[in-house]
């Protein structure tokens, strides 16, 4: 009788496993984080009203990030506990409806981007310079954000069967051609014509087109474990319903960081449009050092959800000691850099002497609270992973609302600006202690209790408790 080979997820060593499968997600997030800061320094050029009005329009396309990534997260969760349960067919099912919700985001933010948009910035300044650039990136990146959308949630489908390679090539080359594209739409150079603001939203869209092309080429050609058939499909309530119950915390979660945003900088307008521009400086940078944990962990919740599928609770807790161990390695290194830097790092922008004397104190406080993100930051992946969604989005709304906005407003008001940035390292001490403290009760209730299922090569499994 013929059998599926076994999947790398299930077999190979928890150490290699991780590495291997997390570098190339990790190397693919640097590339982005490069494109986002070398972005900022572009626009830094064209004016600092450019870089306000940008910063500004910032949280809405966190808020667009955090829909498709959340989705995709869904999908993944999902696709890969089926894939442990070796339920190959419904594994497939879960691609296409994955792939389905793509569309349907795409249309809901390009009829959101047209309509509401332009109004959006006026609630932040009067300056008509900033409202106008702002206005015109966002329209751009909204209306044609299918790319951005169609591109997480094809790579998440081929991450979820064990394939990172293909990902981080379209990653890549999505964030290299806008990098590119940058100078030469932002500038005018070499015949191009010079768009200023507009260019980078221009040069935005084209990379996340191209990455997403590229993600359905290789999806379509190289994810063996999946069967992609469009003829005739019907969307499933059902599955996407269980795609959402880990999808819709993830986007919420992630979304709470948009509103966390917008109120930190409703916050520092109240001292000065400088400290707006620094906050958004610093969110360029630190995805420099988040980004690599975001593609660690990334790479976790595959292996985390197709070894719960598959009931191996040795390889989940190995899985979670290696990653919080290269997680702290990576943020301890960032606090350093950010410690020992900040005037350097802040440079880069041409930072007017305000702005480096806000920035430098901004990023050495801020970046005290990196090492607490990263623990946190992995269990909650974890909770995803095994589809326990409501634990992160719990964790994530106390850090950035019930936590950082109220400390952020009561410092500005009794302090002044040099302490709102503490409010970070607050909400990180708390949001790691619930984290372990629910990672004890999950661990207790649905982890240990995991017994191996006694015939690996059976084709039919029992579902696994969710």
């Known amino acids: 009788m013929h059998t599926r080979?076994?999947?790398?997820?299930?077999?190979?060593?928890?150490?290699?496993?991780?590495?291997?499968?997390?570098?190339p997600i990790m190397l693919a997030m640097m590339i982005q984080a490069l494109y986002n800061v070398v972005d900022s320094i572009f626009i830094a050029q064209v004016s600092e009203e450019a870089l306000t009005a940008i910063s500004l329009a910032f949280p809405i396309q966190m808020l667009m990030i955090s829909v498709g990534v959340g989705t995709a997260i869904g999908v993944n969760s999902l696709l890969s506990r089926r894939l442990g349960e070796r339920l190959h067919a419904e594994a497939s099912a879960v691609a296409m409806n994955g792939i389905f919700l793509a569309v349907i985001i795409w249309l809901v933010f390009a009829t959101f981007g047209a309509a509401i948009g332009p109004l959006f910035f006026q609630f932040f300044t009067a300056d008509e310079r900033i409202i106008s650039m702002g206005r015109t990136y966002l329209l751009i990146c909204t209306t044609a954000?299918?790319?951005?959308f169609g591109q997480l949630v094809c790579e998440q489908i081929m991450q979820g069967t064990g394939d990172t390679i293909h990902p981080m090539i379209t990653q890549g080359i999505g964030a290299i051609l806008n990098i590119i594209l940058d100078p030469l739409l932002i500038f005018g150079l070499l015949g191009f014509p010079k768009m200023g603001v507009t260019g980078a939203?221009?040069?935005?869209?084209?990379?996340?087109?191209?990455?997403?092309?590229?993600?359905?080429?290789?999806?379509?050609?190289k994810t063996k474990e999946i069967a992609f058939k469009f003829r005739g499909f019907r969307p499933s309530r059902k599955i996407i319903t269980n795609i959402y119950n880990v999808g819709m915390p993830a986007i919420v979660m992630q979304?709470?960081?948009?509103?966390?945003?917008?109120?930190?900088?409703?916050?520092?307008?109240?001292?000065?449009?400088?400290?707006?521009?620094?906050?958004?400086?610093?969110?360029?940078?630190q995805s420099f050092i988040f980004m690599p944990v975001f593609g660690l962990v990334t790479a976790m919740i595959s292996i985390v959800g197709f070894n719960y599928g598959a009931r191996r609770k040795d390889r989940i807790t190995r899985t979670i000691r290696v990653a919080i161990f290269i997680s702290l390695s990576v943020m301890l290194s960032g606090t350093m850099l950010f410690q020992l830097a900040p005037q350097l790092l802040l440079q880069l922008f041409d930072a007017s002497p305000e702005m480096l004397a806000i920035g430098t104190k901004a990023l050495r406080i801020i970046s005290l609270s990196f090492p607490l993100a990263a623990v946190a930051i992995v269990f909650s992946s974890t909770f995803q992973a095994m589809g326990k969604g409501m634990l992160s989005l719990i964790m994530s709304a106390t850090r950035q609302l019930v936590v950082i906005l109220p400390v952020a407003y009561i410092l500005?008001?009794?302090?002044?600006?040099?302490?709102?940035?503490?409010?970070?390292?607050?909400?990180?001490?708390?949001?790691?202690?619930?984290?372990?403290?629910?990672?004890?009760?999950?661990?207790?209730?649905?982890?240990r209790v995991l017994v191996p299922l006694e015939h690996p090569q059976s084709p039919k499994l029992p579902v696994n408790p969710e």
Do not use: C
Not at 145 to 148: A, F, H, P, Q, T
Not at 424 to 440: G, R
């Open 5 to 23: 080979p076994q999947n790398k997820m299930g077999v190979m060593p928890v150490g290699r496993l991780l590495v291997t499968m997390a570098l």
């Open 145 to 148: 954000s299918l790319g951005i």
């Open 201 to 221: 939203a221009v040069a935005t869209v084209i990379g996340q087109s191209t990455a997403f092309g590229l993600a359905v080429f290789f999806m379509l050609r």
């Open 255 to 285: 979304s709470i960081g948009s509103v966390m945003t917008i109120g930190i900088n409703s916050i520092l307008t109240t001292f000065s449009a400088t400290a707006v521009a620094v906050f958004g400086i610093y969110f360029k940078l």
């Open 412 to 447: 500005a008001e009794t302090s002044g600006l040099d302490l709102v940035w503490y409010a970070f390292f607050i909400s990180e001490a708390v949001s790691v202690s619930m984290s372990i403290v629910m990672f004890s009760q999950v661990y207790a209730k649905k982890i």
